[in-house]
Nanobody, 122 residues
């Protein structure tokens, strides 16, 4: 599976962005799709994941109620809608795919996109 993430940019605090992750090679519905992020000087951390077979979703506590993960099977694309963004959300965001429901276990995501930078600043 090849993953291509896009949609990052500069946004003011309180604003919104939607990230996209388009997959090629395999159908995303066969995988658990996740989003991770890495802030400057920090380790990569889990953001959200979803399983398309039954719509199960999991979010980190830091983004719960502000971020929404969704998918479009027809376009083989996964989205991360980010609302009420905060400066601490500034990071490079990565999409990833896992062959099973692995929750937030980063090491079990086998396929990774290249990352897209989100900067939240006034």
């Amino acid at each position: 599976v090849q993953l291509q993430a896009c949609g990052g940019g500069l946004v003011q605090p309180g604003g919104s962005l939607r990230l996209s992750c388009t997959a090629s090679g395999r159908t995303v519905s066969n995988y658990a799709m996740g989003w991770f992020r890495q802030a400057p000087g920090k380790e990569r951390e889990f953001v959200a994941t979803a399983r398309w077979t039954d719509g199960l979703k999991l979010y980190s506590d830091s983004v719960k109620s502000r971020f929404t993960i969704s998918g479009d099977n027809a376009k083989n694309t996964v989205f991360l809608q980010m609302d009420n963004l905060k400066p601490e959300d500034t990071a490079v965001y990565y999409c990833a795919a896992a062959p099973g429901w692995v929750l937030d276990r980063m090491s079990e995501y086998k396929f990774w996109g290249q990352g897209t930078l989100v900067t939240v600043s006034s």
